[in-house]
């Protein structure tokens, strides 16, 4: 008989006792005699038998799966930021630490999240999310455990896992100023009220303004997050002449694709513009020139997250609800003193 056809019916007829019996001796409940329980362990034995986990978590109204939302998600904004794929990395292994599965779900404005009630999912983490959203609205209508990661939400009895991202846009333009630079670019995404990207901005302009140096909005480029944006931006700096000697990208990906524009058009960095960037991915390592970046803890995040989540899931009252990680600075060749 092949395993996949064995089931606790097949089970109880090898053991001469009744599927009620061996749902008994597989959950460890009810009133069993060890002489019972013991040829109920041996049928499953002999047989290979593996409890369907799915039947039992529907009994216990739980999944073992968690799902990571990423909402008002970009065309082609997973697979070319590879922040995402540490982030998730970090998440899988909390989660297969508590013995739970992962979905990734990128959701539109208008989603119902219909599917959280249809696969019965314990929880969620979910990622920039914004308060007063339709979004943010409905999941909180779902009543099922969440975590907020990058929101900067104001309900203090949320759970939030984010960054100290003002901190790391103040670190990434003193840096530069050190380096003698005094028009330093942003290169930014979407700068959405208390978002990540606005949190950075406000890190950088207080830079700026404790130099004494005037904050100007057209050193600002806002653009989708994305390699793609950084490299089709080279042009707009490499436009304003030798007036732009430096530029902070809040995003590696985007200062990766904004290295590569600069090099196709005869623009060297770090010779005639510094480039430095933020969160210290794996591609960063390894690029050339090395990518001088504000580095995050992107895994220790994720795993910080599913920590948050199954404590809720546990109803453990004695963790704290939100966690702000760190930053630091991580110099490599990108970045030199301005001639």
């Not at 008989?1 to 009620?20: G, L, N, P």
């Amino acid at each position: 008989m092949s395993q996949e056809r064995i089931t606790i019916k097949d089970v109880a007829k090898r053991a001469k006792v009744s599927i009620a019996t061996v749902s008994n001796v597989l959950n460890g409940t009810g009133r069993v005699a060890p002489n019972t329980v013991q040829s109920v362990q041996a049928a499953i034995a002999e047989m290979n038998f593996t409890p369907s986990m799915s039947a039992r978590n529907l009994k216990d109204k739980k999944s073992s799966l968690i799902a990571v939302i990423v909402p008002f998600l970009e065309k082609g904004r997973l697979h070319d930021n590879p922040f995402y794929w540490q982030l998730v990395t970090g998440i899988e292994e909390g989660a297969r630490n508590e013995k739970l599965h992962v979905l990734l779900v990128g959701v539109e404005p208008d989603e119902t999240f219909s599917f959280v009630r249809e696969r019965h999912l314990d929880g969620l983490i979910i990622i920039g999310v914004f308060e007063g959203s339709p979004i943010y609205e409905r999941i909180l209508e779902l009543n099922v455990p969440c975590v907020f990661m990058d929101s900067y939400l104001k309900n203090n009895e949320l759970y939030q896992v984010g960054l100290d991202d003002e901190l790391g846009g103040y670190i990434g333009t003193k840096h530069l100023l050190s380096l003698g630079h005094q028009n330093i670019a942003l290169l930014t995404g979407t700068l959405l009220e208390e978002g990540v990207n606005h949190r950075r901005w406000l890190g950088y302009k207080r830079a700026l303004e404790e130099a004494g140096m005037a904050y100007q909005s057209d050193h600002v480029f806002e653009v989708p997050t994305s390699s793609i944006s950084g490299y089709r931006t080279a042009s707009q700096i490499a436009s304003r002449g030798q007036e732009l000697t430096a530029v902070f990208a809040l995003s590696d990906v985007l200062a990766i694709g904004l290295i590569k524009g600069l090099h196709d058009l005869g623009i060297v960095v770090p010779r005639d513009v510094s480039v430095m960037g933020f969160d210290d991915n794996q591609n960063s390592h390894y690029m050339v020139p090395g990518l001088t970046t504000v580095h995050q803890d992107i895994v220790l995040k994720g795993q910080t997250a599913v920590k948050l989540l199954t404590a809720q899931m546990d109803k453990d009252a004695a963790i704290d609800r939100k966690v702000v990680i760190g930053v630091e600075l991580t110099i490599r060749q990108s970045t030199a003193v301005k001639k």
